[in-house]
């Protein structure tokens, strides 16, 4: 079965006065499903654009944000306290599987957070499973008064406010005046209560291409892992090659595209004159990455072996056929 390995774009899934939700499709893009990942782009307009509570249950969720500045509280599993942040752009953000996490625009400018993460527990592979807690579709309307001021240990008229007081859904924006957490500027984390970044299933790089630079054909020799690129900003062509041989993918991609490359699959790609910038996710977590070109390449060693007994038996055919 031939792989449509083409780069696509997010589809918009959700638009409110406080943000929209893109989301690319396993429905589209057959190749996230079938690579257990998934991927998706939450915009939050400008200050004061809030995302309403989320527990994820999937095994890992990658937050990469990309422009503005943003403030995010999470609560992991087993964890005392909520640890609240402050988001610059670049940020690589870990959400272990159970956290519960909200994202808060104060800059002045859209604050854009694009997520990768594995989906095989997922109810939809290929897709992200979550739940919000709050809000029109909030996990605590679904209980009945009694149920939540029980739960609480509350009376009937706060478990009413807390189940009932939120009409928005799942991206809002907050009433002037509005006073959210500060970030900490320091955070102790115990290492218990908190899944870090090195204990996940998965490893993460950001690549940055300097204007016609080259990322050399590179591989994961460990366990050929998937890896799932998306563009963040800039233009370039992308390679793609098979195991057979055969060039699976030769295209230009550009920001806002993701891309998926199977397992035993090589890619390289080639800057743009305005440069590109990628972030990467493998979906290992100790991935042993061979190089065909470059300082530590295979190919050197490998071709200089091949290619003198060929150029010595075509020299003797050459010498032969001149005798003749």
């Known amino acids: 079965m031939e792989l449509n390995l083409a780069p696509k774009f997010a589809q918009k899934i959700f638009e409110g006065e406080g943000g929209t939700y893109y989301r690319w499709s396993s429905a589209e893009y057959e190749l996230l499903k079938e690579a257990k990942v998934g991927g998706g782009r939450l915009v939050l307009q400008l200050v004061a654009s809030l995302s309403l509570t989320m527990l994820t249950p999937t095994e890992l969720v990658m937050f ?9 509280g999470m609560v992991s599993p087993n964890a005392s306290q909520e640890v609240v942040l402050r ?45 919000l807690l709050t809000g029109t579709q909030g996990i605590l309307g679904g209980f009945s008064t009694e149920f939540n001021s029980r739960a609480y240990n509350i009376n009937n008229e706060e478990a009413k406010k807390l189940a009932k007081s939120q009409s928005g859904v799942l991206l809002i924006k907050l009433p002037e005046g509005h006073k959210m957490p500060h970030p900490a500027r320091t955070v102790l984390i115990n290492c218990k209560e908190v899944s870090l970044p090195w204990r996940s299933w998965a490893q993460r790089h950001l690549v940055k291409l300097d204007a016609n630079a080259m990322s050399s054909p590179v591989y994961d020799a460990a366990d050929s892992s998937v890896q799932v690129i998306y563009v963040a900003k800039g233009s370039g062509r992308i390679q793609v090659v098979g195991i057979n041989g055969e060039r699976a993918l030769d295209t230009k991609v550009k920001a806002g595209h993701l891309f998926v490359v199977p397992r035993f699959f090589v890619a390289s790609a080639i800057a743009d004159g305005e440069g590109i910038e990628y972030f990467s996710m493998i979906t290992t977590t100790q991935p042993v990455f061979g190089e065909f070109t470059g300082k530590h390449q295979y190919g050197e060693h490998y071709l200089h072996k091949f290619y003198r007994p060929l150029s010595m038996w075509v020299q003797s055919l050459s010498s032969f056929s001149g005798q003749r």
Do not use: H, M, Q, R
């Open 64 to 72: 990469f944000k990309v422009c503005s500045c943003g403030v995010v």
């Open 87 to 131: 988001l610059k752009k670049g940020d690589i953000i870990p959400v272990p599987s159970g956290a519960v996490s909200w994202w808060y625009n104060d800059g002045d400018s859209e604050l854009i957070i694009v997520f990768l993460g594995e989906t095989s527990k997922a109810y939809v592979p290929g897709e992200f499973t979550y739940f």
